[in-house]
């Protein structure tokens, strides 16, 4: 299987990414080792499985060319990432030093 995946961060930007292997793209992903997404916490808000690999690539292709295919995208995922931003800034709370904290 081959997979389109979406991924947000605390601040509501989305990263659309392609891969084949799902899991171990996501692991990479926390660990750091994507550039982009390198040193920031992103959570997984929707991903699409599809049997060919170029399938998937033109479905990421679209995803970030697109801006019907992004405004879509933005209507699709509303709730996951409502929920996934709630998350994303509760832990920075808890993760933030007292001497780091804003006013």
């Keep these: 299987m081959h997979y389109v995946y979406v991924l947000t961060n605390s601040k509501g930007s989305f990263y659309v990414g392609y891969t084949a292997h799902l899991r171990r793209r996501l692991a990479e992903h926390q ?21 060919s690999g170029s399938d998937a690539r033109r479905r990421e292709a679209a995803l970030k060319q697109s801006s019907q295919a992004r405004r879509w995208l933005r209507e699709r995922t509303r709730d996951s990432k409502a929920r996934v931003l709630e998350e994303l800034s509760a832990g920075e709370a808890l993760n933030r030093s007292p001497s780091k904290r804003r006013p």
């Design 31 to 51: 660990e750091g080792l994507g550039g982009f997404t390198r040193g920031k916490e992103r959570k997984l808000v929707d991903y699409e499985a599809y049997a």
